[in-house]
């Protein structure tokens, strides 16, 4: 049994799918599928610019995202700190990581729990479109633990700080549309009509220039490192005489859509 | 005369309340209330665990919370840049550093008038729960003089940048719809429901586990300091064979409500 | 042709206007622009502080604010590497920088377009006020670039980091009303009471001490760049025996309204 983390990405296509599952546990993130998406994630972002998606949803299966880690797991490790450190330090953080590190936009697209473990998947990707009825939280104050400050660090980059205290310290779930006044999710649709929102965002980044989300994703990293350094602006600029700058910005003086076709 | 902080903490229980008053003078913070602050914080941290409050509620006497430093004070050292930068170093900078080092949870409980070191005072505050009547600001810009570094740096953990910067070049008071919007803010609600808000959230609060609290505050201190450190996210899991946290787990996987019990 | 920046700052008054001009193109910001921009800001910096006004208002001419680059000056020079790393580096960052560095309040009266460059002008002011029909964004994916490290650092200071993923990686364009639910505007009015609102707001910032102001916005910049040093904050106290600070705190005692007139 257990859950599982699974890519469709057919035909070297420019828009993947990845949708976590964990049945009857609303997708709760077990210590396989932590391990399966650092895979697929470091997968992605090693393929070349010509079979490489130009972005990628993050879904859960049947209605939710995903809930938290997988605490029946828990009671095998938790309470050995050499293990403990292990789980947090060696799977959780090189999954997100992973996400982090990937140079695709990703968009989550979120209904149901968004929690824990789940909530930290979404705050990896870049945009996040929830529907109505999801609610966001880490009440893991009530399981008696604090939350490991890698991943603290990480909903500190996309939530108010002043909101992570109360998610924290209250144990407090949040509804969608707490989450959109936070800025915490981009935006809030129904969710009958959630699929199609994301289809739509996600067809307007497929046709933008996939370097400029490469190169615009790097720096957002490089700042929030507390960069970029001297040598980093310098190296930014190396994307002078490529093709894709060269087609945007001739596209508009010709006052015609660009085409950033594969080459 | 002048003003007072007073802490009510009866029998080592899990609820402790600070009360801000100075009469007349909509609980403008004196030197002698910075000093009285900083003492009650530093004592409620040093508290063993089990005779520790489990939330702390601030809030300020006679329907106001509290309004900046007492004016009528600062004839006599403010323009004398020794004691100008004593005052601020070692009076403010020190009460203020009692109320982020301490582990509890902190609600503030805000009505009428949250202004220059009340905000400051509110901004120590994890939680932030103010009346539909109260408002905020820091309108010193009136009185001639900036916000200490220290102050300054402070808000700018609990409110947007650009707010600040309208708070004090326009020396604008804010409303709190506009503190809500903000991020500022938790929650408003009607001033005759604000204190049965608070009892209610502090509740939630007393049942969880402290450790949990405890740890996630420091975690959150450590970030906001640019960390946390190597070191610091390797003694994070120290936590893994306490009694809370099995306790917690195991009421999960029990499907039962944990009990975070002293000892 | 071309654009170009003007300044409108007569008889030494406490009011200054910086207007964006180039008509035809949304007041597109031209190289020219750029450099008379940086000029604009150094010399109001230099100026004495009996000639120098106490806030600067920034517009665009024709009921547009600006409209990012000049497109058809990029096909000259963006394509060679070092003429695109000196366009960035050494003709927009130092004007940008400028306006940063400039100890006057700035408040941006924002209508139509503001963008790319335009939203840049707009992210060094202090306070950004917006006609309802304006929009917000840099959708520069669509022309096959990236945002310029120190560019999008300067947004970073002024937009929530997951909004700024949104404007960048969706190409996506905000209207006004999200701009204010995102702080990245202090206020939205009509149209037609944009310039009302704008002179009423300069008007309280005109009667407040230019003092205060400067060393808050010192302040606001050494926060910003991981400060204020123990120097720092040392250095901040030495306005304390000032005629501003001793007018400011006399007149409250005194219960009048404060007077920070010239010398």
């Known amino acids: 049994m257990g859950g599982s983390v699974a890519i469709d990405h ?4 420019t ?3 990845v949708t976590l599952a964990n049945p ?23 393929l070349p610019a010509d079979e490489a998606p130009r972005v990628v949803v993050v879904s859960g299966a049947g209605g939710q995202f995903a809930s ?47 929690i824990g473990g789940g909530l930290e998947i979404a705050a990896c990707c870049d945009i996040r479109i929830a529907a109505e009825g999801s609610r966001f939280g880490a009440p ?26 109360e998610m924290l310290l209250e144990a407090r779930l949040f509804d969608a549309a707490r989450a959109l006044q936070c800025g915490l999710v981009h935006a809030v649709v129904p969710a009958q009509d959630l699929a199609a929102l994301v289809a739509e ?17 790097r720096t957002l990293r490089q700042i929030a490192a507390g960069g970029p ?19 945007g910005v001739q596209a508009f003086v010709q006052k015609r859509a660009p085409r950033f076709d594969r080459g």
Chains 1, 2, 3 share one sequence.
């Open 229 to 247: 350094s001297g040598p980093e602006r310098r190296a930014h600029f190396a994307y002078a005489d490529s093709a894709e700058h060269r087609e």
């Open 68 to 114: 938290g880690g997988d605490i029946v797991e828990f009671v095998d490790f938790r309470f050995d700190e050499a293990r403990l450190h292990d789980f947090h330090e060696n799977i959780v953080a090189p999954a997100l990581g992973a996400m982090l590190a990937c140079d695709i936009p990703l968009i989550a697209q979120i209904d149901g729990a968004c």
């Open 10 to 13: 057919r035909d070297a296509g």
């Open 201 to 217: 965002r996600a067809a307007q980044i497929e046709m933008l220039s996939p370097q400029a989300a490469r190169i615009n994703k």
């Open 15 to 17: 828009l993947a799918r």
């Open 140 to 165: 893991i104050a009530k399981l008696g633990f604090p939350m490991a400050p890698g991943e603290l660090k990480l909903l500190s980059g996309v939530a108010p700080a002043p909101m992570l205290r």
């Open 24 to 46: 009857g546990k609303h997708n709760a993130i077990d210590i396989a599928m932590w391990r399966a998406l650092r895979a697929i994630f470091e997968r992605l972002q090693a």
